[in-house]
């Protein structure tokens, strides 16, 4: 059996460009991920502004080998 979380997760975290500013909320779910061993398989940024790019529309699994592409 395989974890899949799917969704729209509003924490702020920039896994690609640790170098943009990320939220509380951003930085838990990042250290939950590693404490879990759980891949964010989204590299792209899914809310671009005019000031910050994130990535708020994860994909998160511990099986990641399951997914061919991921495509924004």
């Known amino acids: 059996m395989s974890v899949i979380l799917l969704g729209d997760f509003n924490a702020h975290y920039n896994f690609v460009n640790t170098t943009m500013p990320n939220t509380?909320?951003?930085?838990?779910?990042?250290?939950?991920?590693?404490?879990?061993?759980?891949?964010?398989?989204?590299?792209?940024?899914?809310?671009?502004?005019?000031?910050?790019?994130?990535?708020?529309?994860?994909?998160?699994s511990d099986s990641p080998g399951l997914f061919v592409s991921i495509t924004i």
């Open 24 to 60: 509380d909320a951003g930085l838990k779910l990042f250290h939950f991920l590693e404490c879990n061993n759980l891949a964010q398989l989204v590299k792209e940024p899914t809310r671009i502004t005019e000031s910050v790019e994130s990535i708020l529309d994860l994909i998160i």
